[in-house]
Each structure stands twice: as C-alpha cells, then as structure tokens.
C-alpha cells in the first residue's frame, strides 16, 4: 500500500512532524513509527539539513513539505523532503492533537470569526487596504484607487461585474449610523419638497384668479393667449396636410394623412435643435435651421412634389401650381393676430435669441422657406398645447370634446376651450384679427408656465431659488420651473450637490461602497455632470420611480453609466430615489392646480356639455357615441371631461397621473366626485396633427397635392 494513503502512516508522520514545539534537529534524531500493519512502506524517513527556523516558520515550512519515500513498511530512520511537492491534506492531524492544543485551535477559531464581525463596519477604504484581489472600476478612465495604487494609460482588466452583484434585500438603513444619517438627511430634503392639500387648494384659487385676470387684460401672469381657433374637430376631416414643430428639444417635420374616420397616418422627420442655435445671436440662424430641415423632408418624402415644383418655377409655370399649407407648431409664447400671425412675447426652456423677441415668428419662417424657393406656405401657427388640444379631440372616444390639451414634457402649458364672452380683451378690442364667433366659443393658450411668477402660492426651497437665480430667465415661468421635465433633473442635481457638501452625511462617499455590488471604492469622476448645471436628466427620476430591483440595481449602475458616479451603495441609490420621489411628486401635485383651475372654472363640473363641435358628431366611424369612453369608474358618456396630455413627463414617469389625481381628489370642488369623471389621454405626437388640423380648420388647406 502506498504509504501517503495509508492513514495510519500518515497520522505518524503527522504526529513526528507535529513535535515542532521542540527543536528540528531533535526531531531528526527521532525516528518516526510507521505502521507495523502497513507492508507497502518500504522508504526511509530522512531529513535533509532543514533550514534553521523559528518552530512558528517551521511548523508551515514542515507542513507543505514532507513526503515519504516510496518503499516497504518497514521501520525506517529518516523523512524524505522535496520542497517543491504539493501541500496535501492533513486530514489525519487532529485525532493526535492534545486535548490543550484543539481548545488553543478552538480559541483562535472564534477570535477569528470574531475579528471578522467586528471587522465589517469598518471604513471600506481600510478593509479595501488589505484586501488582495485587485480590482478596477469599471470604466474606461483611469484612476487611482487605495486598493488599486496603479494608473492604468489604456483600458483597465474588465471588471466581472455581473458576476459580482451582490443581492441586496430587507429595508436599508439599519447598519451604521451614517447609514442613519444619509437616510434621515434624504427625508429631510425630501420634505422640503412637501405641497401639501391646503397648499394645493390655495395655489387653485389662485390660478382660478389669474385666468380671470388674464382674459380681462394683458401683461398678466397668466398670459390667457387667444388662439384665434373657434372649434375643435371632430374626427370626420379628411386630407394631407403638413406640420412642423418646434419644440424645447427637437424640430420635428411631418406630414398627416386624415382619414376622416378619427384615424391618420403620419409620417416625420426628428432632429435635435443643436444647442449652440438655442442661444444663436440672430434669429435667422435658427429659421434657415428649420427651412432646411422641411427642405430635406421634401425631398425624401414628397419628392415628386417637390421636383415638379422646381420644374415649374425653373420654365416660369407656377401658375395654379399648389403649394402645402403648413401648421407651425410654435411652443413659446406668443401674442397671437391672427391664425397664421403671432409677436413673440419671450423666449423659454433654454432659447434666448433676442432679436427675435417681438416679431412674427411665421414671417420669420416663410422668409427662410422662401430663400430656399420651397413649395410651403405657412398657414397656421399653434401653440403645442392647442395642438395637442385638437389632435385629442380627432381621436379621442366619446361624444363630448376635449376640454384642454396639456403638455408636461421639456415645459408646461395648457391650452383650453373657453367661452368667447368670457375673452373680453379680445372682444372688447376694436383692431382684433378676425375670427368666428359662431361657435361662441375659442381656444385659450393660458401659457400657465408663469402662473404665480410672484410666488404668492407657489413653493420655493433653497433649490426653486438657486435653479430660477441660474437660469436664462429669472423671475418667470415660475410654475414651469417647478413642474416641467427641463428642471426637475436640475432640482434633483441641486439637492444631492446640497448634501456633498455636507462632510457628516455619507452620500456617494466611501464608508457606504462595502455595500455596494462591486466592492470597489466609491468615486465622482472629475467631469461627473453631476458638477455641471443641467447635468442630471430628468429621465433620472423616471428610472429611480421605476427601479424596484433589490439594491435599486438600476439607479445605481444608471449613476456609474451615465452620471460617472460609480459603485455607489445602496443606501446612496435609497436616498437619491427618496429625494427623486419628491420632486416628482410635488410638480404632479402643482400639474393638478392647473388642471383643477381649468375645470372648475369653465364649470365643466356642473353641466353635461361638451365644446363646440358636439353636436356635429354624427356620421363617423365608428359613431363615437358606441365607443368605450367612460372616465373611471361608470360614469355616463356625456358627464366625462376629457383631457388630452402629451410629454415625456407625463409618458414616462410611473404613477405622474395617480399623483395628479390623489391631489384633484383633495379639492372639494372636485373630490372624488369629480375626479372619476376626469379622462386623462395621451395625445401622442399631438402637437404635429394638431398642427395639421388648424391648418385645415383655418380653411387655406386644399387636398393641395392628394
Ligand atoms: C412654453 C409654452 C409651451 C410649453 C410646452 C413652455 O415653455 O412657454 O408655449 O406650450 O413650454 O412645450
């Protein structure tokens, strides 16, 4: 039998090599006692001159060592030593061990797993310290970190990190006091963000009091914008017609086939306005922008239109040629003249080219169309929301017009279906541009991004303050500023910077990253946009609303990825998403002030009636009357107040309607009551159709090029 399975040879040596508490060469003297039974162990035990060591060195130098040579079982004097062998298992050890020496083992073990326990909350960075796996964070810059002291000039070794993750479960909190202390700070900011039902009352009389104001006069907060168009659609329209957007974001082209049945088809070009135009220093460098932009769309999408019209105007035959009427979507203020008519009042959501202030944006736009000799003759210009308003009011189910069409997306507005005698700075003027009164009704732009610019109800925390004192625009679009996807990121950023620089709470700071999935020291990249205005996206808040993975995974690895905050821990990702919450949650409780202020006030609550196209709603397919359109809950057809919205706010941020409705609950003019017979739908694309169908409504749109 081979001796190095004999258990009983092997507990022998064991046993002689145990001896190290004496000297070595004491040991070598002593010959080892193999098993008389084992006949296979034929070797001598010889010790080569061992190194003089201490018995600590000894005993590991002897342990990973010994190895006996292969011979009989007789007895024999010495121990074969090749240092370069494998250690082998000493499973045979403990039976010889003295009852003394296994409570010595027993002792140390439990000092041990002790030491461990006492280790953990520890500073990450000192555990980091003796730590031997290296590791890297996992990005593309380099770094230096404790545990890593190394500068890597090209891509660092990958990290594993999905392997790595660590499931996090249970509540947070409960570790450290600086885990505490970092959750206790987030609901402190997190209820400064607080609008409570009175707040929410208040603010809607207010707002009830300034849309009054501002259908009297002008220069008010709620500007109350008179959009010269009388009558929603109904759904029955029919033709091709062209819409261009401009929006806070993108310059989006299309044109709209209406099939007359509530449907059309669209088809669009998007592209994102480059920032620098923005902020360009004339007007004329944006609006050839955007003559291009329908100049490409031509060319792409209606190309024989448009080379037949470069044909014609090249052999002088323009006579009787059609051109498209085109619906400008417009989503600034403007002090509308006339439906293809309107003064720029002032610029919003980051646009400030001044000498455009005060002038007739279609002229500015025709202009640029002309110098590229395009087929196009802007027809009508429209705020978003009416777009949205009329785009709502084609589609949507039901028997009963859409009352209002609001957006909550890069910015806020509403636009409203208003009863003209009520317009009296319209009426009562004796140069107004024409319009019809016949439906006795007109659409209203409140351009309720100013509602309460001098704070009379409105909240105003340390970040509103810093947010407004940084902007382009301080001291308007007050409400906009509080509720609208360009500012809700930035509030976010302004809170989380507030606590950086807090040196007692631990947010994005090291003590918290051994809880992080990765295990590697919480960093802030130098160009992290955290430091940068507008550097958070308010699609941050969406995902923090939408993260309920164990460790809020999501948040986290959106922070390393996107923001070059990296492995953060979850506490960090716990107190961003209660702050997010808030933030949210408060501009959903303001959209409600508005919403509630339009419909309390045009005392939709009290009657059944719908807007001015009602009664012409016969005749479409499918009857609109058939088509499943209650508001919650059983409420009859014609008690629904239907609401179109459009924006990525609305879109996309989880539970923006429930917030907006748990608050619309909280007024008594409405309560529960009249919440259920509020419909809220998305008007997707609205303000593009919307556009579209004003073209058509103000009466210049022929089947120009069916
Ligand atoms: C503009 C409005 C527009 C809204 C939504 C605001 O900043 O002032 O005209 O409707 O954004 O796009």
Request: some cysteine; aromatic content about 6%; hydrophobic content about 40%.
């Amino acid at each position: 039998m081979d001796p190095l399975r004999c258990t009983r040879c092997l507990a022998a040596i064991d046993a002689q090599l145990l001896s190290d508490l004496r000297p070595l060469q004491e040991v070598a003297a002593q010959p080892a006692q193999p098993d008389p039974a084992c006949q296979s162990w034929t070797g001598r035990f010889q010790r080569p001159s061992p190194p003089k060591l201490s018995p600590r060195k000894a005993r590991s130098w002897r342990g990973s060592t010994v190895h006996p040579t292969k011979a009989n079982c007789a007895p024999a004097t010495s121990v074969a030593v090749e240092s370069s062998r494998p250690p082998r298992r000493r499973d045979t050890l403990w039976p010889q061990l003295s009852t003394q020496q296994l409570l010595s083992v027993a002792v140390a073990v439990v000092v041990l797993v002790l030491a461990a326990h006492l280790l953990a909350p520890l500073p990450h960075g000192l555990v980091q310290f003796f730590a031997t796996k290296p590791h890297w964070r996992v990005t593309s810059a380099t770094g230096i970190t404790l545990r890593s002291p190394f500068v890597f000039t090209s891509a660092p070794p990958t990290c594993p990190k999905p392997e790595q993750q660590v499931e996090f479960a249970g509540t947070f909190y409960t570790h450290t006091k600086r885990d505490m202390a970092l959750a206790q700070e987030a609901q402190r900011v997190a209820a400064e963000f607080e609008f409570g039902p009175d707040h929410v009352r208040k603010a809607t009389k207010e707002f009830i009091r300034e849309m009054d104001e501002g259908l009297q006069s002008e220069g008010t907060e709620l500007s109350q914008i008179p959009t010269y168009v009388t009558a929603v659609p109904n759904g029955t329209e029919k033709g091709l017609y062209m819409a261009v957007d401009l929006g806070g974001t993108n310059f989006r082209v299309c044109s709209i086939q209406l099939h007359g049945n509530t449907t059309f088809s669209l088809t669009q070009s998007k592209v994102a306005i480059p920032r620098e135009l923005m902020v360009a220093k004339t007007s004329k460098e944006l609006f050839s922008f955007l003559a291009k932009q329908i100049e490409a769309f031509l060319k792409t999408h209606h190309e024989d239109h448009y080379f037949s019209h470069l044909e014609r105007v090249n052999t002088g035959d323009t006579k009787g040629h059609e051109v498209f009427n085109l619906g400008f979507t417009f989503s600034f203020p403007v002090n509308q003249i006339g439906i293809n008519k309107g003064l720029l009042m002032r610029w919003t959501k980051g646009f400030d080219i001044q000498d455009a202030v005060g002038k007739d944006v279609c002229a500015l736009l025709q202009a640029e169309i002309d110098e590229l000799g395009l087929p196009v003759k802007v027809a009508a210009l429209v705020n978003d929301t009416v777009g949205t308003l009329m785009a709502r009011s084609y589609t949507s189910p039901g028997k009963t017009g859409t009352l209002l069409g609001a957006i909550f997306g890069t910015g806020t507005n509403g636009a409203y279906v208003e009863k003209l005698d009520k317009v009296s700075k319209l009426t009562s003027k004796s140069d107004a541009g024409t319009y019809d009164k016949s439906t006795g009704e007109m659409i209203v732009n409140t351009e309720w991004g100013s509602f309460d610019n001098s704070l009379r109800t409105l909240p105003d925390t340390s970040y509103d303050k810093e947010l407004d004192e940084k902007s382009v625009n301080p001291g308007i679009q007050m409400f906009e500023k509080r509720i609208s996807g360009m500012f809700l990121g930035e509030l976010l950023r302004l809170a989380l910077v507030g606590l950086l620089k807090e040196p007692k709470i631990p947010l994005f700071k090291d003590e918290d990253s051994s809880k992080n999935d990765v295990h590697s020291t919480t960093q802030i990249h130098d160009n992290s946009p955290i430091h940068q205005q507008w550097g958070l996206d308010t699609s941050l808040l969406s995902i923090c609303a939408g993260d309920h993975s164990p460790g809020h995974r999501v948040i986290r690895q959106t922070l390393d990825k996107d923001y070059g905050i990296s492995a953060v821990s979850a506490e960090d990702a716990e107190a961003v998403k209660v702050i997010a919450a808030a933030i949210a949650q408060r501009a959903a409780r303001l959209a409600a002030v508005a919403i509630a202020g339009i419909v309390i006030n045009t005392g939709r609550l009290e009657t059944s009636s719908g807007t001015a196209t009602t009664e012409q709603k016969t005749g479409i397919e499918p009857s609109r009357g058939q088509v499943d359109s209650s508001g919650r809950g059983d409420v009859p057809e014609e008690d629904v107040i239907d609401i179109g919205v459009d924006g990525s706010l609305v879109e996309f941020y989880p539970g923006f309607e429930d917030e907006i409705r748990q608050a619309l609950r909280e007024i008594p003019e409405i309560g529960d009551a009249g919440e259920k017979r509020i419909r809220i739908g998305i008007a997707k694309d609205g303000s593009g159709v919307g556009a579209a169908l004003i073209a058509l409504v103000a009466g210049r749109v022929e089947q120009a090029i069916a």
